[in-house]
């Protein structure tokens, strides 16, 4: 049987970091009112409830906050990327956001290392974010 692997939809709030991903770039909000930086996109600040929220390009750069190895296929689909390198990636920015690691052998994975964006074309119009060391 072949799966189809699923690919994220994106809404009217996450399609200004879906269109950044598809340039190379990656966006994230900050709040004009308090200045915290936002991730996951949404319309008000988890900080101040603001709703003043811009987009803004930044590095994409940061270190792995901490990752596990999925051994066991997370869904039928990624059966063939065992294991899965799952990683939580504290940007430069502060916020932290899940991907999956590439370009990097299990063995060499360490704790709070450099990382920096691995853009992945799946699709026309879906890029996803992953990270590699650096």
Known sequence: MDLVKPIPRPSSTTRPFWDGLNERKVQIQRCDAC???VFYPRT???SCLGNQLVWHEVSG???LYTYTLARQPTAPHFADETPQQLAVVELD???RMTSTLVNVEPS???IGMRLRP???QVSDAI???RYQPG
Do not use: M
């Open 118 to 120: 691995y853009f992945d």
């Open 127 to 129: 890029t996803l974010l």
């Open 35 to 37: 200045d915290s930086w």
């Open 93 to 95: 920015e502060g916020v």
């Open 44 to 46: 008000r600040c988890p």
């Open 61 to 63: 750069r940061g270190v």
């Open 108 to 110: 060499d994975i360490v």
